[in-house]
């Protein structure tokens, strides 16, 4: 979280990013990419804290989560970050720190904000890979997020097939369920998300390597 207190509301959803520091590889390589679903996976459901939709960048990630209250928020991401922060220093061969700072998060208290931080966390690499002029097919979804388990496409969507379930879980907020359908209905894979590239880095691969 940003380098202050702040209270966090049950029954609002919260996009969280977390970035990584320079010196960890691209966190896209399927070695790492993978061991970050597994990390997810595992921590996706505990202390009354939810991960309901997630995508990975190159040096950052995106997070769409649930919390019954701050202290479940602060618990679960506690323990998410840890068991991210080892995988990829697993998967990696490397050890020290991981991540650049403390997580920042946000609330989102609307069907819109709700709406377009789905598109933006489900669609980001696509976003960044236009910025770059790369080619990505309309309906083929990022395979380093959640976007293929995403039940609220528009039309059917392809990706390359990886094994497992989804290591996320259903939403129980009424905006991440059926409140964000309301600013607009299911939402077009081809949309392109709205911010800013960092710069730091090329644009994601727009499949594992």
Known sequence: MSHR?????APYPAHVTLRIREDVPDIRDRTIYLAIED?????????????IHFSALANHLHLIVEADSQL??????????IRLARAI??????????????????????????????????????HHAAEQGAAWPARRVDPCSSARWFPGWRVPVESPRLDGPSPTVAPS???LRVGWMKAGGLLD??????????????????WLG
Do not use: C
């Open 173 to 175: 907020t009424w905006l």
């Open 72 to 81: 479940a928020l602060s618990r679960g991401m506690q323990g998410l970050v």
């Open 39 to 51: 990390a997810i996976r595992a921590g996706s459901d505990r202390f009354g804290f939810r991960v």
């Open 5 to 9: 207190r702040r209270s966090h509301g």
């Open 189 to 206: 894979p081809a949309a392109l998300p709205g911010g800013r590239h960092d710069g730091r880095r090329t644009a994601p691969r727009p």
């Open 89 to 126: 220093n697993r998967a990696a061969g490397r050890t020290g720190k991981v991540f650049i700072d403390r997580y920042h998060m946000r609330d989102l208290t609307t069907p819109t904000e709700v709406r377009n931080a789905i598109l933006y966390v489900l669609n980001n690499a696509k």
